[in-house]
């Protein structure tokens, strides 16, 4: 009969995680509580020998006694376990009710707040509302202030139509012009707009009375109605920039219609040749503005300004007219003599101008002569005295004022620079005409003029018109830009005279080998006239050359055409 099998201990086994943490807990120090206990190692070294099994018993019951201590231990820690775990049941439901406590305490705090938002944007529309409220109540006192102050001024500016207060009108016109147009943006209400459109009613009779009043204006006129106007003038001033403008025009217009109907175009005096005819009407006009006018208007309104810009915008556009319609027939001499007079006549209108725009009357002469010391030392001081009139502190300079001196210059001249063909047709057919007829005239003898050689005179006559044509260009403000067309027609003149003396070349000898004297004698003139004409070339390109030199920084310098160019016609 075999024995039976020892019975094998095995430890219980948990899960890994349990295991980590009963080893973290226990941190057990006897070998029985050790995850890796071996009863068999254990029971080997606790007997060792044979001798030591005579302690068996003993150690049995060691055994046994700690056996029962555990188990009174672990009934005690299920014990405990079971009460701890209904503690911590108890506690979870007590911290359940209290989360939901919480959150309900929290919806309410919630709730509470969007009231209180709610109430604060109900407050602060209300405060908004009130503001706009109070503008608008503030906006209502203002224009309810502003248009009783427009109903008096209007019933007062209507007791002056009749009386012809200007002045006064002057000084509420000032004010009622701000007040007019504030008012007018009220146009729905009845009562602003009935107020609005008796003043601008009666803003334009006033205009209307002054415009009748100023329709008199001749230099007859007695110093006291002269007075009326400028209260008048003040008047029209107080309304607007605009109705200044227009009293300006009609006023220039005025004056100026007589000088459309005297240079008309088409009549005799709308042709180029009257041109300092023109001038010296102006010079009429100005002194009797100066005498008679001036006086009238205020200085900062700049009335002789405005006449001499708009006479010289007619005159361009008559000279115009004129130039097109005589450019077939204009000479060279005739179109660089109103050249010159045009712009002699620009620089004195420019030389007039004062601080502000004004223009120094007395010293524009009339007649063109030189300024006499009386009219230059009244000059002097009529310059400050026009500049604090105009609001120009001494010392200042006009970038500083925003004031600038109105520029005459170039008006009218520039017409002329515009027409260069014209100018150089002109010298052509004047060229031509003196080449012919020096032709014409010459007898072809040759003749001595001192040098010992000899030529034909008709080179000198030929050479003289050229010479003559080129110191009156050079002589012209801007000759620079004319100075390319004129050399074309010198080219063309030379080319013709060269034609002729061409022309006398004897062909026929009689058959004989030798020339006879007089055909040499001709034949050797003719040579000696074209080396006389290529030294005056000669001369003519080095004045040319001069010219365009010293004008070369100057207001010609934006010439496109070189020396070279200017010169180039006449070499061939």
Avoid at 10 to 15: A, E, K, T, V, Y
Wanted: with cysteine; aromatic share 6%.
């Amino acid at each position: 009969m075999s024995s039976p099998k020892p019975r094998e201990h095995r430890l219980p086994s948990f899960s890994p995680l349990l295991e980590e943490t009963l080893q973290q807990i226990s941190q057990a120090e006897d070998e029985l509580d050790g995850k890796a206990f071996d009863p068999s190692d254990y029971f080997n070294r606790a007997f060792p020998t044979q001798s030591s099994l005579s302690k068996l018993d003993s150690w049995t019951q060691q055994m046994r006694e700690q056996e029962r201590r555990l188990e009174v231990q672990v009934l005690e820690a299920v014990a405990k376990q079971s009460g701890a775990s209904t503690m911590c049941t108890d506690g979870l439901s007590q911290a359940r009710v209290s989360a939901l406590d919480l959150g309900g305490r929290l919806n309410g705090i919630a709730s509470k707040a969007q009231q209180s938002f709610e109430v604060v944007q109900t407050l602060t529309s209300d405060v908004r509302h009130l503001d706009v409220a109070k503008k608008n109540l503030e906006a209502s006192i203002s224009a309810s202030r502003k248009l009783a102050m427009l109903k008096t001024a209007s019933d007062a500016l209507v007791d002056l139509v009749g009386t012809r207060e200007y002045g006064e009108a002057a000084k509420l016109m000032a004010a009622t012009s701000q007040l007019l147009d504030y008012i007018l943006q009220y146009g729905d209400v009845e009562i602003c707009r009935s107020v609005g459109e008796k003043t601008k009613s009666c803003k334009l009779e006033l205009l209307g009375q002054i415009q009748e009043d100023f329709e008199g204006l001749s230099p007859t006129l007695s110093d006291g109605a002269k007075g009326l106007l400028q209260e008048g003038a003040k008047y029209i001033e107080a309304c607007g920039e605009a109705e200044k403008l227009q009293l300006v025009d009609w006023f220039v217009n005025r004056e100026l219609k007589p000088y459309a109907t005297l240079f008309e175009e088409g009549q005799k005096t709308g042709s180029i040749e009257f041109i300092e005819q023109r001038f010296v009407w102006l010079r009429k006009k100005l002194h009797e503005y100066s005498q008679f006018y001036n006086a009238v208007f205020p200085l900062h309104w700049g009335v002789g300004h405005a006449l001499v810009k708009e006479f010289l915008n007619k005159t361009r556009a008559g000279l115009m007219a004129s130039i097109k319609a005589e450019s077939s027939t204009l000479s060279g001499s005739l179109f660089s003599h109103a050249y010159k007079k045009c712009y002699d006549f620009e620089c004195k209108l420019q030389s007039t101008i004062v601080a502000g725009g004004d223009m120094d009357y007395d010293g524009f002469q009339q007649s063109g002569e030189e300024e006499s010391e009386a009219s230059k030392i009244r000059r002097k001081y009529q310059q400050p005295r026009s500049a604090a009139a105009n609001g120009i502190q001494e010392g200042e300079s006009e970038a500083e004022t925003g004031t600038s001196k109105p520029s005459f210059v170039g008006m009218l001249s520039s017409l002329f620079e515009e027409h260069s063909e014209i100018y150089a047709e002109g010298e052509r057919r004047e060229l031509e005409e003196a080449v012919k007829t020096s032709v014409r005239q010459e007898s072809w003898d040759p003749c001595d003029h001192g040098d010992g050689v000899p030529i034909f005179e008709s080179s000198l006559e030929v050479m003289l018109a050229i010479k003559k044509s080129l110191q009156q260009c050079l002589a012209l403000p801007k000759s620079r830009s004319l100075l390319p067309s004129l050399c074309t027609a010198f080219s063309t003149a030379l080319e013709g005279y060269a034609n002729s003396l061409q022309a006398i070349i004897p062909t026929k000898y009689n058959g004989s080998k030798l020339l006879p004297d007089a055909i040499q004698v001709k034949l050797a003139a003719i040579v000696s006239t074209a080396e006389h004409c290529i030294q005056a070339i000669q001369g003519l390109k080095d004045a040319i050359d001069d010219q365009l030199d010293e004008d070369g920084s100057s207001e010609n310098a934006d010439c496109p055409n070189s020396a070279s160019d200017c010169t180039a016609a006449i070499d061939s």
